[in-house]
């Protein structure tokens, strides 16, 4: 089990861990698409969110991050927002994997992706990205993919992803920008764009790259972690 926070208290249920508030009562949070809806998630983002609010293509989109990813090996990830587990399709199976969401529905699609793609001992948390429960100094690599517009305070995100990972340590995100949006679609969340991301970068001690590739209103980045 990957190291926790001394503070933090953290229960199994299912394939799940949950942390435990006051009163023994489970952190509970609210997901943009319910968890009775949870199965229909994959549906929705090929038929819909890629081609018509993106315009984006999908494989182009798992290319980009194979891409990426492909000299990543028996290392510690961390991803924000995993989903329904879409990283299977990019990421090594030698790698050792947590995933993090609200959604537990999700989730739960997402664990058992991983454990049928060959995942060695995949991790689960029912956790919101900027209040991880994680110790500091624990991870390789995180992954935020499409869910950065998502999080409610995205300054409060790089700041928890740069205590958690290690030194030199890299965070690769795909965001929907602004300026990227040349058909004027309706995104939901918040987005940033790629200027204030890389200012955002900064501030928390971070080197901003650019991924070369043009897919939508899609920006491909990774942040190095510098000390």
Known sequence: MIKLKSDIHIVKKGR????VESRNRLMRFKPWLGDGFSFLYDFIMNSSIFPKKF?????KHYYTLTQELAGIHCRQILELGAGSGSAVNFLGIDNLYTGTDISPGLLK??????LEAGFPNPEFYVVSADDLPFESGV???CLCILSLNFIGSVEKVFQEVSRVLLPKGVFVCSVPVPERNRLHTTIRGVL???AELEKIC??????FE???????VLLYFKAIKQS
Do not use: P
Request: contains cysteine; aromatic residues 18%; glycine residues 8%.
């Open 16 to 19: 799940l861990y949950h942390v």
């Open 202 to 207: 900064q501030k928390y001690g971070f080197k």
């Open 109 to 114: 699609q997402a664990a058992k992706r991983f």
């Open 139 to 141: 991870f390789d690599v």
């Open 192 to 194: 940033y764009s790629e």
């Open 210 to 216: 650019r991924i070369s590739c043009e897919n939508g």
């Open 55 to 59: 315009a984006g293509d999908i494989q």
